[in-house]
């Protein structure tokens, strides 16, 4: 089993710009979520999602936008890219509900400047 | 506010020997703990899940413990070695389903 993918593992945007983050599972998780790491600072909720095409925000869901439309894919959008985006994104997926035992991908570190 | 606060921010420790993390909450109701090793670069890795009514639990050379009445918890490293350089986060989730991330402890092993 591959797990969690998360697609790509680095890219630098300029201010303005868009781009999509994909995450893909192969566990026939229920549950998936998007978060974001800060320097030295704790995983924030960005948006998670109970099943296929449903989605919900997290705790800092501004700039960003989300679809699941399978059990399997989780993309997160940034439609316009600011500075304060700059972080390392992980997307997670778990079988039961939020409060439950998550896998995780690598992560995308994403540079907007 | 759901705080989880984890100490200290970083620690070194040599190769062979033994450390614990600490980790403080003020989530409530509480629903579960659970204690992550993230590896540089890589993401968080699930060690321990500890619910109200579990006190100690054990993954290998790792042993958690929770006091739920005095909201703290702490990770026990045993005969350290080298691959335990990451840093260790402590997640405590409420029974309304959302969970509040520590910003983690940085160890680093040195031989």
């Known amino acids: 089993n591959a797990g969690v993918t998360q697609t790509p593992k680095f890219r630098i945007l300029k201010i303005g710009q868009s781009m999509t983050l994909q995450c893909t599972q192969d566990?026939?998780?229920?549950?998936m979520y998007w978060y974001r790491q800060d320097p030295g600072m704790g995983l924030k909720l960005i948006y998670y999602?109970?099943?296929?095409?449903?989605?919900d925000k997290g705790e800092v869901p501004n700039g960003y936008n989300v679809s699941r439309s399978t059990t399997e894919d989780f993309p997160l959008r940034l439609e316009l890219a600011a500075p304060s985006q700059t972080s390392v994104y992980f997307c997670?997926?778990?079988?039961?509900?939020?409060?439950?035992?998550?896998?995780f991908g690598q992560g995308t570190r994403l540079t907007v400047v | 506010k759901n705080q989880v606060e984890q100490s200290p921010q970083s620690l070194i420790i040599l190769e062979g020997k033994n450390c614990t993390l600490q980790?403080?909450?003020?989530?409530?109701?509480?629903?579960?703990l659970r204690w992550y090793k993230q590896d540089t670069g890589r993401g968080p890795v699930s060690l321990t899940i500890?619910?109200?009514?579990?006190n100690t639990k054990s993954n290998g050379r790792y042993t958690a413990t929770l006091d739920a009445d005095t909201k703290q918890s702490s990770l026990h490293i045993t005969a350290s070695q080298l691959s335990d350089s990451a840093s260790y986060i402590c997640?405590?989730?409420?029974?309304?389903?959302?969970?509040?991330f520590g910003d983690g402890t940085t160890l680093t092993v040195k031989p």
């Open positions: 500890m619910t109200f009514s579990e």
């Open positions: 999602s109970v099943g296929a095409g449903i989605t």
């Open positions: 566990m026939n998780h229920n549950y």
């Open positions: 997670a997926s778990s079988y039961y509900g939020l409060n439950t035992e998550a896998f």
């Open positions: 997640v405590v989730s409420g029974n309304a389903g959302k969970s509040t």
């Open positions: 980790c403080n909450y003020t989530v409530s109701p509480f629903s579960n």
